[in-house]
């Protein structure tokens, strides 16, 4: 084939990393596998019995392109409530990084910068890139703290946006009430926008999440459905923000995803009745298990939210490490390079049954004991 025939941007990222787990995971008789970044729980039943009614009632056209009523109503209502803004309008996604790659689209000109802390979600890295901007990256090791004089010397005349996380991916990090507000005003008095993606702020096991746009009413939110409510699959995201920008990316995903899955929409509604309490409340469980179980063994910073852990790795590279655990294992976890400059950490995801997260700190402790393989 040509080499002119691909765009210069499929160059922008590599997604190797990941999937050469995921192709390992494949061909393993029954690995440990800690790589998988979505619930271990199934969607609850009261969902899945409206995505069902949804399916059987006929509502398979397209959806309005900005949501249906019965969800965009019911999250209009709830974001008033809670933040009370002048400007702030909602819209529903095909999934929340459907509203990611919306965000940069209508956000971002070739060459201009977004604050990115690393490590980062695998996403944000990539599509700044590939919408011609440029990450520019504030480091947050040892602690994944967010320091916000480190931002402030970060940001230049081409700064546009900040991209931020709490929980965050890879780490685990919660952000504190004052780390939160720093940021907040900091974008604020900078006017550059604050992208806050709260997809995983149900999974915070030490106290609410806090958002920035309690602080910043012109943060854009990013947020959805898959983690919460274990349906990844259904692709129910939803973003809210200054209508400006709202309605940009209404435009945009006409001309792209056209809308969100229609029947699920029905069924996120549904599942906005729901108290997911016992599942967060398991999930905390787990979290705590992991951190005992590797105390003593990792230098780990304890996670606040999300499902994941990135711990140092106590000999070699971080990939050198990941292969040691596949191979001696069969476990699978993330080389720390994939979210980062840095090759020093893993990601574990203890989004799995207790059963999987036992075995994975018997090899954990096993591997960091011998420094075999390397
Ligand atoms: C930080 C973060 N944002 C966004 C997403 C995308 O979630 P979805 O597109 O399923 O809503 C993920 C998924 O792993 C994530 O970790």
């Keep these: 084939m040509p080499r002119r025939w691909l765009a210069h941007r499929t160059g922008c990222f590599d997604a190797s990393g990941i999937r050469k787990v995921f192709d390992l995971g494949a061909k393993l008789a029954d690995p440990i596998n800690l790589s998988i ?20 009632s006929g509502k398979n056209g397209y959806a309005l392109t900005q949501g249906m009523p019965v969800l ?8 008033e409530k809670r933040f009370g803004h002048a400007d702030r309008e909602v819209f529903v996604t095909s999934g929340s990084s459907g509203a990611l790659v919306l965000a940069l689209w209508v956000l971002l000109d070739p060459g201009d910068e977004v604050i990115v802390f690393d490590p980062y979600f695998v996403m944000y890295d990539a599509l700044v890139r590939v919408v011609g901007g440029q990450p520019v990256f504030v480091d947050t090791y040892p602690d994944f703290r967010i ?24 780490t685990g990090a919660v952000a504190s009430r004052e780390e939160v507000r720093a940021l907040a005003e900091l974008a604020a008095e900078r006017e550059v926008v604050l992208i806050s993606d709260e997809i995983y702020s149900y999974f915070c096991y030490d106290g609410p999440a806090v958002s920035p746009a309690e602080f910043n009413p012109r943060t854009l939110v990013i947020d959805g459905f898959s983690k919460t409510y ?26 792209s995803f056209v809308c969100a899955p229609h029947p699920f929409q029905w ?17 905390r469980r787990k979290r705590d298990r992991i951190v005992a179980g590797l105390a003593g063994c990792y230098e780990l910073v304890a996670p606040g939210g999300a499902f994941y852990a990135f711990p140092r790795v106590p000999w070699g590279t971080g990939t050198e490490f990941v292969e040691a655990a596949i191979q001696q294992y ?26 999987t997260i036992e075995r994975g700190i018997t090899a954990l402790r096993q591997l960091a004991a011998h420094r075999s393989g390397v």
């Design 37 to 56: 970044g979505q619930p271990d729980f199934d969607v609850p039943v009261e969902v899945r019995q409206a995505a069902i009614e949804a399916i059987q």
């Design 72 to 79: 965009r109503d019911k999250l209009q209502s709830l974001v």
């Design 147 to 170: 320091d916000v004089r480190r931002v402030a010397e970060a940001l230049s005349p081409r700064t546009k946006a900040i991209l931020f996380d709490s929980p965050a991916n890879p």
């Design 230 to 255: 274990g349906m990844p699959g259904w692709r129910v995201g939803f973003a809210h923000g200054p209508s400006e920008i709202i309605q940009q990316m209404i435009k945009f995903q006409q001309y």
């Design 267 to 283: 069924a996120g509604a549904a599942a906005l009745d729901l108290d997911m309490g016992a599942q967060i409340a398991a999930y």
């Design 330 to 355: 069969k476990l699978l976890i993330i080389p720390g390079k994939v979210f980062s400059r840095r090759d020093t950490h893993f990601r574990l995801s203890y989004a799995v049954p207790d059963e």
